[in-house]
C-alpha cells in the first residue's frame, strides 16, 4: 500500500536524530535542533520534503497537544502560590515588552496598526520549553530567579490563547455584533460554562471507571478523545481548536488523574510538537534570510537586549534586587514557542507580509539557538553589572543593632526553616537573609528575624553583622551567589564557620577554595544514603559503614574516585551471612505458632529461622527468649535465608 506521507515523516525524523544529537552536543536545547531540522530538509533548504503541506497538517495536532498539556500543568494552586510574580511580575513584562515593540513598528517604521499589535505580541512571549529546561537542569528553580521566570511564563501561557483569538480581529475581518470580540468572548465564557457543569457532573464518574479497569489504552484513548471533543466543540461556534484543547487541559487539572492524564499524553504532545517545530523550519526562507543578514542580525540584537530589560524591570517592580532582575531578564530574552503559532496565524490572514514573517522567523530561531548561552552566562554578567553598580547601589537590609555570636541563614526554604526552628530550640541567636520580598513579609509578620536583601553584596552582610557572626548557613539553590556569598563572608571574617549546601559535587571544591569550612552537597549525601543501606543489606557491620562513611566524607569529592577507596580494601561484607535476610510475619489466629512459646515453636532447629525481635501492640521485645509465649496478632521479625524464610511463611498463616 502507498502511503505519499510517510517517506517525508521517514526523513524528517531520521535528519532529526542526527541534528538533535549534534544539537545536544554542543549543549543546545532538542527544540532549536527541530527547527534546524525544518530549515535544511524545507523547500527553502535542500527541499527533501515533497508534502510540506500535509507535514503542517500533522503539526496542528501539535499544538493542540501543547495547549491540553499547558492546561493541565497550571492549576488553581500553582496560580495562588505565585500570584505576585504570575500576575504583578508577568503583566509588568508584557506590557512594557509590548508596549516597545508596537511603538518601534507603528511610529518609526510606520507599519500599519494590526501589524505592530501582532509585533508586540510576538515579541511578548518567551520559550517556556528552553528556561524551564535549562534551569532545571541547572537546579535553578527554586532560587528567587527561577519562580519569578515560572511565574511570568505561566502568565504568558495564560495570555497566549486571548491573544489567538485576537488575531483574526487584527486582519480587520470581523464587522458587527457577531464578530465582534465582546461576542467571541461570551461564547468562549458560555463554553466553559458548559464545560465546567460537565467536569462536575460526568467526568469524574467517566474518569473513576475508566482507571477501575487498569486499562492504560482505554485511559489514553479516553484522555485524547476529551481533548479533541473540547477542542472541535470550540471550533463549532467560531473558536479556535487550540482553546478548547487549553480548555480541557484546565478542566481536568484539578482532577486526582492529572498527572496520568499528562503522562499518558506526553509522547504524543512530544511527536507530534516536533513536527511543528520542524514544520515551523520549512516556512523559513534561507535565502531571503542571508539577503537581509544585516538586519536579521539587527533584530535578534534589538529583542534580546529590549526583552531582557524589560523582564528586568518587571523584576524589579516585584521588589527584588538588581542581580535577581539581571537573571530574570537574561532568562526570557529569546522568543517563545508560541510566537512562532501566532506569526502563522498573522500570515495566514495577512496582518503581517511574507517578507516580515521571514524575517520574524529568522530572528526568532536565531534568539532560540543564542538563549542557553545567554542563561548560561548570566550569572557573570548580573556578578559584573552588580558590581558595576555597587557604589551606587544601598544595601536593602535594614541594620541589626547589638546582636553577636550569632547564625547567619542565608535563604528560607526548606532547609533554613528547619535551621531556624533548630536554633530557636536550642536558643541559638540568628537572623535570617531572604530575596523574595513575600517571604520576607509573611514570616516577619509571624516574628521571625528575617530580612530583604542580596548576600553577594558586602554592604549587605554587614548590616545584619556579619563581622560578629559566630556561623554562616548557606542554604540556597543559586549556585553562583552561594559562592559570591562564601567569599565576602570569609573575607569580612576570618574567623566565621561558614558551612554551604549544594546541589552537585562539582560545586564542593570551589566553595572551599572560597572558604567554606564544610560543604553538604545533596547528590554526595545521597550517594552516600544508598552506599550505607546497601551495605547493610549485605550485613557489613554498622560500625564499618559508619567508619566508611566518615572516610569519604573526610575526603570530600576525590573520595568517590577509585584510587581514594584503597585504603577500605580490608573492609568486605562477610560472605557467609550474604544470603541471610530479614522479613516480618504476623501470626494469625489458628495458626500452627498461636499459643505456643518459641522453644516449643523450634523454629530454629527445625526451621532454620532465628526470631531477632518480636512486637506486640505498642511494646517491642528484641532478642526475645525461649519461653516468650506467642499470641495471635505479634508481629515477629525472623531472620534466616530466602529458601527458609519462603518455607517457613505457612507457620504463620491460619491452618483453616
Known amino acids: 500500500m502507498d502511503i505519499p506521507l510517510l517517506p517525508d515523516v521517514t526523513i524528517i525524523f531520521g535528519l532529526a536524530v542526527v541534528v538533535i544529537l549534534v544539537c545536544h552536543r554542543l549543549k543546545i536545547p532538542a527544540l532549536v535542533g527541530m527547527l534546524l531540522t525544518g530549515v535544511v530538509c524545507g523547500p527553502y533548504g535542500l527541499g527533501l520534503v515533497r508534502s510540506a503541506h500535509d507535514v503542517e497538517i500533522l503539526s496542528e495536532i501539535g499544538v493542540i497537544l501543547l495547549l491540553f498539556t499547558i492546561g493541565l500543568e497550571l492549576s488553581l494552586s500553582d496560580l495562588s502560590r505565585l500570584k505576585r510574580p504570575v500576575f504583578y511580575g508577568g503583566t509588568a ?64 501561557d495564560l495570555l497566549a490563547v486571548p491573544m489567538t483569538l485576537a488575531v483574526p480581529l487584527l486582519a480587520g475581518r470581523t464587522f458587527g455584533f457577531t464578530n465582534s470580540i465582546v461576542f467571541t468572548v461570551g461564547k468562549g465564557a458560555l463554553v466553559l460554562v458548559l464545560l465546567v457543569v460537565l467536569s462536575r457532573k460526568l467526568m469524574p464518574r467517566l474518569l473513576l471507571a475508566i482507571v477501575r479497569t487498569r486499562s492504560r489504552e482505554l485511559f489514553l484513548l479516553t484522555a485524547l478523545g476529551i481533548c479533541l471533543a473540547v477542542s472541535l466543540l470550540t471550533a463549532s461556534i467560531g473558536l479556535s481548536l487550540s482553546l478548547g484543547a487549553f480548555l480541557a487541559g484546565l478542566l481536568l487539572s484539578g482532577s486526582d488523574y492529572r498527572e496520568h492524564l499528562h503522562e499518558v499524553v506526553l ?75 501566532l506569526a ?65 541563614i542565608l535563604g528560607f526554604g526548606a532547609g533554613g526553616r528547619q535551621l531556624a526552628r533548630a536554633a530557636r530550640a536550642a536558643d541559638i541567636p540568628y537572623v ?62 576570618p574567623a566565621l564557620y561558614i558551612v554551604a549546601r549544594t546541589r552537585f559535587n562539582s560545586e564542593i571544591k570551589a566553595l572551599l577554595e572560597l572558604g567554606a ?11 552516600l544514603v544508598v552506599f550505607a543501606r546497601v551495605l547493610a543489606k549485605f550485613m557489613v557491620p554498622r ?34 551471612l550474604a544470603g541471610l535476610h530479614v522479613a516480618v510475619f504476623t501470626v494469625a489466629e489458628g495458626s500452627a505458632l498461636a499459643g505456643r512459646t518459641l522453644e516449643e515453636a523450634r523454629m530454629r532447629r527445625a526451621h532454620n529461622l532465628t526470631v531477632a525481635a518480636a512486637r506486640r501492640g505498642e511494646e517491642f521485645v528484641p532478642n526475645p527468649d525461649g519461653l516468650f509465649l506467642l499470641h495471635p496478632g505479634d508481629r515477629l521479625y525472623v531472620m534466616g535465608t530466602a529458601e527458609a524464610l519462603k518455607e517457613g511463611a505457612g507457620l504463620f498463616r491460619s491452618a483453616a
Not at 521571514?358 to 542557553?372: D, G, N
Not at 545567554?374 to 557573570?380: T, W
Not at 559508619?546 to 577500605?568: F, H, K, N, V, W
Open 93 to 156: 513584562q508584557m506590557l512594557l515588552t509590548w508596549a516597545f515593540f508596537f511603538t518601534l513598528p507603528l511610529f518609526a517604521l510606520h507599519f500599519s496598526g494590526g501589524s505592530s499589535v501582532l509585533l508586540g505580541m510576538l515579541a511578548a512571549l518567551s520559550s517556556t520549553a528552553i528556561v524551564l529546561t535549562t534551569l532545571q537542569e541547572r537546579a535553578e528553580m527554586e532560587a528567587p530567579h527561577g519562580r519569578v521566570s515560572l511565574g511570568i511564563l505561566i502568565f504568558q
Open 267 to 341: 509522547p504524543f504532545k512530544d511527536v507530534f510538537t516536533s513536527l511543528f517545530f520542524i514544520s515551523i523550519g520549512m516556512l523559513l526562507n534561507v535565502g531571503t534570510a542571508l539577503e537581509h543578514v544585516w538586519q536579521i542580525l539587527a533584530a535578534t540584537a534589538l529583542l534580546l537586549v529590549v526583552k531582557a530589560v524589560m523582564a528586568g524591570a518587571a523584576t524589579r517592580i516585584l521588589g527584588y534586587p538588581t542581580r535577581t532582575a539581571v537573571l530574570v531578564g537574561m532568562a526570557l530574552c529569546q522568543v517563545g514557542e508560541f510566537s512562532f503559532i
Open 344 to 408: 502563522k496565524a498573522g500570515f495566514d490572514r495577512h496582518v503581517i507580509s511574507e517578507h516580515l514573517y521571514q524575517k520574524f522567523l529568522a530572528a526568532s530561531i536565531l534568539t532560540m539557538v543564542l538563549a542557553p548561552f545567554i542563561i548560561k552566562a548570566a550569572p557573570r554578567v548580573s556578578l559584573l553589572l552588580c558590581r558595576a553598580l555597587g557604589a551606587r547601589e544601598t544595601p536593602l537590609a535594614p541594620p541589626v543593632p547589638g546582636i553577636k555570636d550569632h547564625m547567619i
Open 432 to 493: 535570617i537573609l531572604e530575596m523574595n520580598p513575600d517571604t520576607v513579609r509573611n514570616e516577619r509578620k509571624k516574628g521571625e528575624p528575617i530580612h530583604f536583601g542580596d548576600a553577594s553584596k558586602p554592604g549587605v552582610l554587614e548590616h545584619i553583622g556579619v563581622r560578629e557572626a559566630k556561623a554562616l548557613a548557606v542554604v540556597i539553590s543559586d549556585a553562583a551567589a552561594a559562592r559570591r556569598t562564601v567569599e565576602i563572608a570569609r573575607f569580612e571574617n
Open 517 to 527: 569550612n564544610d560543604v553538604i552537597a545533596e547528590e554526595f549525601e545521597a550517594s
Open 543 to 576: 560500625d564499618d559503614i559508619e567508619s566508611m562513611a566518615q572516610e569519604i566524607r573526610r575526603e570530600g569529592y576525590r573520595a568517590m574516585l577509585p584510587d581514594s577507596l584503597a585504603s577500605m580494601a580490608g573492609v568486605a561484607p562477610d560472605k557467609s
